[in-house]
């Protein structure tokens, strides 16, 4: 491509009662360089967010879905399987879960509801939790009951995103969990239309329920037919396919978890 370039100044005239020496013509202008676009450049990362493993931690899934969610620049900081701390809360040992840990201008926080909240009140136009009030509150209820409750559910179904355990015979202890989850999921499909939990937006309660749909998935449940949608949509997620991808790079194996079913 031909780049223009202005054509060359000239002073301009005097009077003719006055003549007055000829000043030397301006020099041509170069034609300044493209700009590129802000589309094309990649956002900075303005945060780091500490995970564990890609293939066993659940609450990892859902610290890292928020911030995708919510579209906060991060950098990834690995805590690896064989650090004490880390295994015990892939094990379930530990009496509260730090990571995933979130670092954003100045702020630490480590609950992943903590995590989304905080991102609410950070990105509210990003739509974490959704606008109507009661949707609102009713999203922030299912959440909570997710963050703090299903025990027998996350013992006997161990997250396991590279396992597949077709026909896998449920626990007992784990059946009532699974039912809530079940009636949650049914409840607010029909309550918002679907495909998400409050509509067509992505939110906070989908972050929080994806790693039970995984779960699902992994051990081959039975479910309603609503539910298993539900867990199709989740899979379908290219944040979740590219999260199941880095998964199944991961070397390090944890034996407890790698069970023969």
């Not at 491509?1 to 000043?23: H, V």
């Not at 989304?116 to 009951?145: F, M, N, Q, V, W």
Request: net charge positive; with cysteine; proline share 8%.
């Amino acid at each position: 491509m031909t780049t223009k370039t202005r054509p060359r100044a000239t002073a301009a005239p005097t009077p003719a009662a006055s003549p007055a020496r000829a000043t030397k013509p301006a020099k041509p202008v170069a034609a300044a360089k493209p700009v590129k676009s802000a589309k094309a450049a990649s956002p900075v990362a303005t945060a780091t967010l500490t995970l564990s493993s890609k293939n066993y931690s659940s609450w990892s899934l859902r610290g890292w879905l928020l911030c995708r969610f919510a579209g906060l620049p991060f950098d990834e900081v690995m805590v690896s399987a064989d650090d004490p701390k880390a295994r015990k809360e892939l094990l379930l040992l530990a009496p509260s879960i730090l990571v995933p840990c979130l670092s954003h201008e100045g702020a630490s926080v480590w609950n992943t509801a903590a995590i989304g909240y905080y991102l609410d009140e950070t990105l509210p136009k990003a739509g974490l939790l959704p606008a109507d009030r009661l949707a609102r509150a009713h999203c922030r209820s299912i959440c909570g009951e997710m963050n703090a409750g299903f025990a027998n559910l996350r013992s006997a179904l161990p997250m396991n995103l590279k396992a597949h355990f077709p026909g896998h015979r449920i626990w007992g202890g784990a059946l009532p969990d699974i039912e809530r989850v079940e009636e949650i999921w049914i409840d607010c499909l029909h309550t918002y239309g679907g495909p998400y939990l409050f509509g067509r937006q992505r939110t906070m309660a989908d972050a929080m329920f994806a790693p039970v749909a995984m779960r699902f998935l992994t051990y081959d449940v039975t479910l309603a037919a609503p539910c298993r949608a539900y867990c199709g949509t989740i899979a379908s997620m290219p944040e979740m396919q590219e999260w199941i991808a880095a998964a199944r790079l991961e070397p390090a194996e944890i034996e407890e978890l790698d069970m023969d079913f």
